[in-house]
């Protein structure tokens, strides 16, 4: 299974950080004593290409429509995008989080993708805020965006699935904190930290507004 598959390569690629002191408070506000930073597998190029490989076959597998282009989510996701992109032989475009200038296309960069299935990629999704402004950009341009693809779903805080539902949006994901708790042999969290992240997970808003971050959705989903 990718979730598994993936979670190995996260953590052997020390990927996975667990912070028993100052909390990660991560970039949709909310706090968490766990952060996965997916850069870590760009840089190395057997974990990237075995994390790519994951990606390809989900994108074989999950979608009943192949896509005509995959987008990279400006900035982490287009790396994975652009491996993708080449595994798949498709073109490949890119979309920024906010418009460049004026006109359809001032998001989309690498291309037109008017009338085009375009499949969106990014690293990480948290509560799912970042994708809206992406989507959009994608469909202002013209795209047809129905499905999403990212590495891992953090899936403990509100406002993810319903951003997704209302934006129409099917999102797969890789892997998930169930992934890595799941993960053993070599590498696996140490039990104090595997300890903390199950606290987390039974009460991740609580333990947000407990640790300085955000302890609601400040604004409905869309």
């Not at 969106?120 to 950009?137: C, E, I, Q």
């Not at 949006?169 to 992240?197: F, I, T, Y």
Request: hydrophobic share 50%; glycine share 12%; with cysteine.
């Amino acid at each position: 299974m990718s979730g598994a598959a993936l979670a190995r390569l996260l953590l052997e690629g020390g990927a996975v950080r667990v912070s028993h002191g100052q909390p990660f408070i991560l970039a949709a506000g909310w706090a968490s004593p766990a952060y996965v930073d997916c850069r870590l597998l760009v840089g190395e190029p057997r974990l990237r290409r075995a994390a790519t490989a994951l990606a390809v076959e989900a994108v074989r597998a999950a979608f009943v429509a192949p896509p005509e282009a995959i987008a990279g989510a400006e900035t982490a996701g287009i790396p994975w995008a652009a491996w993708m992109a080449e595994a798949l032989d498709l073109p490949l475009r890119y979309v920024r989080k906010r418009p460049l200038g004026i006109g359809r296309n001032a998001q989309v960069e690498g291309g037109p993708v008017e009338g085009m299935r375009v499949l969106l990629v990014d690293d990480l999704m948290t509560d799912g805020g970042s994708k809206v402004a992406f989507a959009r950009g994608l469909r202002s341009a013209g795209a047809v965006v129905e499905d999403a693809l990212c590495l891992f779903r953090h899936g403990t805080f509100p406002g993810g699935a319903e951003r997704m539902e209302k934006l129409g949006l099917n999102l797969v994901a890789l892997a998930s904190w169930r992934d890595v708790l799941d993960a053993g042999g070599e590498g696996a969290l140490p039990a104090e930290d595997r300890a903390l992240l199950e606290r987390f997970l039974a009460d991740p808003i609580g333990w947000s507004a407990a640790h300085g971050g955000r302890a609601t959705l400040l604004k409905p989903p869309l």
